[in-house]
């Protein structure tokens, strides 16, 4: 399923995926059918390393991700609430981590990067879909670990089958409504040229700001729908696992420490998705390079640090990883 899912998205995004230029400027009242992207730098050089960089840390990722959903589905010992949120989380990063790394790594190695109208408003959704179901899920795992922390006699019957299968229906539904909130309001903004986007991949804040119309109140519910809703929910998490690692002092033993060390796994990660976001979609002059900066270390570093950060301080996972890979080859003997 995720392979799927992956596989239709990198059609999605290719460059060979281009609607019909005559219909695509009636659609959207436009005479712009591609974008051109400036890119990450202009040096040949600095694109060569970087192309390097990007493509280990996309390999690494896809694999540590997809080792995690598979060790989770297939390890009997990791089928709890907390291990079924952060399979969910891998298959998001899964997905996340190629809307943007394989067309940025092959316009690293291109002269002119350009995308077509289609391929950007895509990628803007996926994004956008993406994203808000990776915070929904955040704040989800933040909720398990405060029954598993705060309220521990009553977590199988709170965290039950039911409750997780509503925990990822609601990520999806909410990220999925993000995503079309943000569509709709850019779907038909016309775009008379220039088409150059200062940057590496199609976004909102540097997309829209290529309008022929004044997009100051777009500009405003773009930060209000992403910025601060980011900011939001960033401040409640921080609050949430503050009430919990307070719970957890109060009572410290051996059980607490390994709730302290699984929490501040959760904060790793917590502060390494929302604080690039919070960035982007929130300061009001961002400077170009920092801003690129932070994007390609959300866009191809995170996927990989989650994996990373929930593998190495997780004793239980490391184990279940080692006997899957186990099976998996003594499986290829066999075969």
Known sequence: MPFLFLFSLHCLLSDNFRAPAKSMDRANHSVVSEFVFLGLSNSWEIQLVLFVFSSMFYVASMMGNSLIVLTVTSDPHL???????????????????SVISPKTMYDLLRNRKVISFGSCIAQIFFIHATGGVEMVLLIAMAFDRYVAICKPLHYFTIMGPKMCIFLQVAAWIIGLTHSVIQLVSVMKLPFCGPNVIDSFYCDLPRFIKLACIDIYRLEFMVTANSGFISLGSFFILIISYLFILTTAWKHSSGGSSKALSTLSTHIMVMILFFGPCIFLYTWPHPSSHLDKFLAFFDAVLTPFLNPVIYTFRNKEMKMAMRRVCSQLIVNRRIS
């Open 79 to 97: 089928h709890s609430p907390m291990y079924f949120l952060l399979a969910n989380l891998s298959f998001i990063d899964l997905g996340m981590s």
